[in-house]
């Protein structure tokens, strides 16, 4: 069965600490995707990844950054971890360019003190 | 940009009873639209999607309908049983923009025994 893997189930972080969320896939698929997932507000992308070393900022960019340096993994950072950034952060990769649906991870539930 | 708007957020229906969700979206230019489940603790899973050049899709107890003049999609579960409920989000994609995808604000759906 395909899977995206994130590598956290629930993290707890302080305030200003850099945090790694990561992102695995075994489907060799090109693009991968971050989504933050707020009540009400549904999911919002952060940033996407077409290709190795390539990254498209998404609607919510600010205060994230992204690594893909091999094609199977897809890193969010958060530079310096604020209290507004607590939230269930979801990844997600697809086939290709185009139009196709998403396999997402479980998520990571990320708590900022 | 997109913007996709979903209703209801919260759905109460009997076991058996239909369920209907619906969902507007802003850019004639997109032309796919998935459907995604998500239960609790997991990530959402796509459960049907449909592209522009088609008006309606079935799969067993769900089905979804386009409506491109008015610029809405909606899904439909026929039949519902106690495992339906979850949390539904639809989406919506356009040509050239790498899959990426812009999502509803999700409609919790309870299906009471």
């Known amino acids: 069965d395909v899977k995206v893997t994130q590598s956290s189930r629930y993290l707890v972080k302080r305030t200003g600490e850099k945090v790694f969320l990561e992102c695995v896939q075994d489907?060799?698929?090109?693009?991968m995707f971050w989504y933050r997932q707020d009540p009400g507000l549904g999911l919002r992308l952060i940033y996407f990844?077409?290709?190795?070393?390539?990254?498209e900022k998404g609607d919510i960019p600010e205060g994230y950054s992204v690594s893909r340096e091999k094609k199977e993994r897809f890193s969010l950072i958060l530079e310096s971890a604020s209290t507004n950034q607590t939230s269930m952060y979801l990844c997600?990769?697809?086939?290709?360019?185009?139009?196709?649906?998403?396999?997402f991870g479980s998520g990571t539930r990320l708590t900022v003190v | 940009g997109e913007n996709v708007e979903q209703h209801p957020s919260t759905l109460s229906v009997q076991e058996g009873d239909s369920a209907v969700i619906k969902c507007t979206y802003s850019?004639?230019?997109?032309?796919?639209f998935p459907w995604y489940k998500q239960e609790l603790g997991k990530g959402p899973q796509l459960i049907i999607d449909?592209?522009?050049?088609?008006g309606e899709k079935k799969d067993q107890r769900i089905a979804v309908t386009l409506n491109k003049t008015a610029k809405h999609f909606s899904l439909h579960i026929t039949e519902t049983q106690p495992e339906d409920s979850a949390v539904y989000f639809c989406?919506?994609?356009?040509?050239?923009?790498?899959?990426?995808?812009?999502f509803g604000q999700g409609t919790e759906l309870s299906v009471k025994p």
């Open positions: 997600a990769s697809s086939l290709t360019w185009g139009n196709y649906g998403y396999t």
């Open positions: 489907m060799d698929h090109e693009n």
């Open positions: 990844s077409y290709d190795v070393k390539m990254k």
């Open positions: 850019d004639s230019a997109s032309n796919y």
């Open positions: 449909i592209r522009s050049n088609v």
């Open positions: 989406a919506a994609s356009k040509r050239n923009q790498g899959g990426k995808l812009i």
